[in-house]
């Protein structure tokens, strides 16, 4: 059975793609070998003539297809080194909006997670669905000390997605099970990221624990306002935080009301993202117009913390720098930091990798900064690191994926938004608290702490040692008549000896 409704779901997903013109289409016709045109040809007589870009109706399409595949969109508008910038930014437009479902479904809901008598006391005053998405609908509260939004999961919505992704794994194995040329991309293990990614979406605690995250640290440097967490009205299938008032980016009034200083809000969205992810390793990942609200007082309002992303300090380490040196036209240095940071092979040259890159950043220097794309760049960098052996790395992507966001929103706002001026004083600070002074003395005193934890852990090292060479000894065969060298036995304990040492202060 779970193979034949995998196949029925991907039946309806191709008739769906199909429709759209999105299978083979007419876009690419040149490119294509002379069976796949005639193919498409054929497709196209049953399309009912699919207007505008590829990727304007493959958004279309999937919106059509339910919950799963507009989560798919989402995903696939984060790989642009795949897709190119005009398909995912055209995905990036997609719209998770469905029809609510009833009170009723609702309450049953929040009687679920919380039991009949919590439900009245927490939730007496639940307002009707106020919007409705593809997981997930919100209502409003009001309260004593403040109106809450109230985040509700769609009813059996974890079984919905549990089918489609089950026919989702089933073509990404199908598929590359059949096309070699299709296992460069990884599409199992795309696949399994995603559907690992979308279940996580269906636990809201993770996603409070998110949105408490970013608003302590939206407390340290003020750039943006990130509403607290009711965790006595927060369980797996609902989540509270507080109301935010004002009006998202996407509404064209936003950016009327008096008093607006655009350039100082661009700035603010620029170095608040860059602030996080910097010093911090955390950002919101999912920051378009929706998901930013201009409050009254004038600030950006955070919302919607399903997707969080998280960099190690090499990978801060090496956006600061790549951008620094940028700024500063060393482009040796961002040559020798992807080398250092091991995403390029060392068998490649440095000398013939800062060429490529200068040819990247001198056409930017000197000019307006509307004629200068953050993500132009970045897409031009990812093509030369593919050029040079880089191995992509989904966390980096993620991280262009949300750069590109900040930089689209942030020109929304002003138009001279420049994101290499607003991003120097940031990532400047951050280099000289890093590598000066500060840093040094840092660094050695983690290298100090690193040791005496492992000095700390040598006993019980050297007790798994003597254990291990005792069964040894109980399981070897009887030793031969002629008798052991007695020096052979202490230079072994030397020798190990030594090798505990080295690995206790490496």
């Not at 469905?98 to 309450?107: C, G, N, T, V």
């Not at 969205?269 to 919101?284: K, P, Q, S």
């Not at 990532?427 to 290298?447: H, M, T, Y």
């Not at 852990?457 to 060479?469: K, N, T, Y």
């Amino acid at each position: 059975m779970g193979l034949i409704g995998d196949y029925r779901r991907l039946m309806r997903a191709g008739i769906a793609l199909a429709r759209h013109d999105v299978i083979l289409p007419a876009d690419y016709q040149s490119r294509l070998p002379l069976a796949a045109r005639i193919a498409g040809g054929t497709l196209r007589l049953f399309t009912g003539g699919a207007r505008g870009r590829p990727g304007q109706r493959l958004a279309r399409a999937l919106e059509g297809l339910g919950p799963a595949y507009i989560k798919l969109g989402q995903f696939l508008a984060t790989r642009p080194d795949v897709f190119g910038t005009e398909v995912t930014s055209d995905l990036d437009h997609l719209k998770d909006k469905l029809p609510p479902f009833s009170m009723k479904a609702a309450r049953a809901a929040l009687t679920a997670e919380f039991g009949a008598a919590e439900v009245d006391r927490l939730f007496a005053d639940l307002s009707e669905p106020v919007a409705a998405a593809s997981l997930a609908q919100v209502h409003r509260m009001d309260l004593p000390d403040g109106p809450r939004a109230v985040k509700i999961l769609r009813p059996k919505i974890e079984e919905q997605l549990s089918k489609e992704l089950s026919a989702m794994k089933r073509a990404a194995r199908t598929i590359e099970g059949m096309s070699v040329e299709s296992r460069r991309l990884k599409p199992v293990a795309f696949t399994e990221t995603i559907a690992t990614a979308m279940m996580r979406e269906t636990d809201l605690r993770l996603e409070a624990g998110g949105a408490d995250e970013m608003r302590a640290l939206s407390e340290k440097n003020g750039y943006f306002q990130v509403p607290k967490v009711d965790w006595d009205r927060t369980g797996r299938r609902v989540l509270t935080i507080d109301w935010v008032d004002g009006k998202p980016l996407t509404d064209p009034t936003a950016l009327d009301q008096p008093g607006i200083d655009r350039k100082a809000l661009a700035n603010d969205i620029t170095r608040g993202f860059l602030t996080n992810a910097i010093e911090h390793g955390v950002f919101h990942a999912d920051m378009h117009e929706g998901n930013l609200i201009l409050t009254p007082e004038g600030k950006i309002g955070l919302v919607d913390f399903g997707i969080i992303g998280r960099i190690g300090m090499t990978e801060r380490r090496f956006l600061a720098e790549i951008l620094w040196g940028f700024l500063k036209r060393d482009y040796v240095r961002v040559a020798e930091v992807h080398f250092e940071a091991g995403y390029v092979p060392a068998s490649q040259s440095v000398g013939e990798f800062a060429q490529a890159l200068r040819t990247i950043g001198e056409p930017i220097h000197g000019k307006p900064a509307e004629e200068v794309s953050m993500g132009r760049v970045l897409l031009q960098l990812f093509d030369y690191t593919h050029t040079f052996g880089m191995a992509l790395r989904p966390e980096l992507v993620l991280l262009q994926k949300t750069m590109v966001q900040v930089e689209g929103v942030a020109r929304a706002i002003d138009p001279a938004h420049n994101i290499w001026n607003a991003s120097e004083p940031v990532v400047e600070s951050w280099i000289r608290r890093s590598f000066g002074p500060q840093g040094a003395a840092k660094l050695v005193s983690d290298n100090i702490r690193e040791v005496t934890n492992r000095l700390k852990r040598l006993p019980e090292v050297m007790d798994r040692f003597e254990a291990f060479m005792e069964h040894e000894l109980e399981e070897a065969p009887p030793p031969p008549k002629k008798p052991f060298a007695p020096w052979w036995g202490w230079f072994g304990l030397a020798v190990a000896l030594a090798g505990l040492a080295v690995w206790a202060f490496k």
